[in-house]
């Protein structure tokens, strides 16, 4: 059973909809600890009201207690109360190591956490991840400086290291040129996993999806290369089944896709 920490997307395309779609197209059990509720279009965010931490908590306990989780995975808290919420239930073994999507950045580069948020993600939940996924946005803020490609990811491998994770994968999708992915091991591998732009508009949830791929994969005992394929490859296809979808603003990406793998023994 995997879990996500997340908030909700009315329209299905992101947020804990995508992370529950993604967990079954890999033929695994989600549950859900929503962080807060959203009324938003394809095109504006019209109210976020924040789940109140202690609920936020009797949800990830109510869910551990009654099902057990077997993996783990994190989009928009939020606040700071929220990330050392979940910090304290991995380091007293309530949680597994998560995968960590640190939504705090939009597409054009705007941060919408305050500085408290980044610091705690930075020296409470990084630390205990067992792989953080930040796109270029996310990445740049984390590292300090320009990131236009894959290569500059990597001249700054040693910054991502020191965030203490086991892994940290920089999703490419807004890379210049092709969308490759980077992956940076704390074990001291690197390496750039080769990705393929689909031409449309319509790829609202992919980097949620791509963190809940990755979190399936993992949990499903996949090594952490293998994961990270498997999971550029079910986004892919995602966007390519939605690309043409006549949508009034940018749409989802399609998450009818199967998965792969297919979970082979007991999802607990």
């Not at 057990?68 to 991995?90: C, F, I, N, P, Q």
Request: with cysteine; glycine share 12%.
């Amino acid at each position: 059973m995997l879990l996500t920490i997340a908030a909700s997307d009315p329209l299905g395309g992101a947020g804990v909809q995508a992370d529950l779609a993604t967990f079954a197209a890999f033929g695994v059990h989600g549950a859900s600890a929503l962080t807060a509720v959203t009324a938003q279009s394809l095109t504006t965010v019209a109210a976020v009201a924040p789940v109140g931490v202690d609920l936020v908590a009797d949800q990830i306990d109510s869910v551990a207690s009654s099902l057990g989780v077997a993996g783990a995975k994190t989009g928009l808290l939020r606040r700071r109360e929220v990330v050392e919420l979940v910090a304290r239930r991995v380091e007293r073994g309530g949680l597994p190591a998560p995968v960590v999507d640190p939504v705090m950045v939009d597409g054009r580069g705007v941060l919408f956490v305050g500085n408290e948020v980044v610091v705690a993600y930075r020296e409470r939940l990084f630390p205990l991840a067992l792989a953080i996924t930040p796109n270029r946005r996310e990445a740049e803020l984390l590292a300090g400086m320009s990131l236009p490609g894959p290569e500059a990811v990597l001249d700054c491998a040693e910054v991502f290291r020191g965030l203490g994770s086991d892994a940290v994968v920089v999703t490419g999708g807004a890379f210049d040129g092709q969308p490759d992915d980077v992956v940076i091991t704390a074990a001291g591998d690197a390496w750039v996993e080769p990705g393929h732009r689909v031409h449309t508009g319509n790829v609202r949830g992919s980097g949620c999806t791509f963190s809940a791929a990755l979190a399936a994969g993992l949990a499903l005992g996949q090594g952490l290369d293998d994961a990270v394929a498997a999971a550029g490859r079910f986004v892919r296809s995602a966007i390519e089944t939605s690309a043409t979808w006549p949508l009034k603003g940018p749409g989802p990406v399609s998450h009818t896709v199967p998965g792969r793998p297919r979970a082979q023994a007991d999802p607990h």
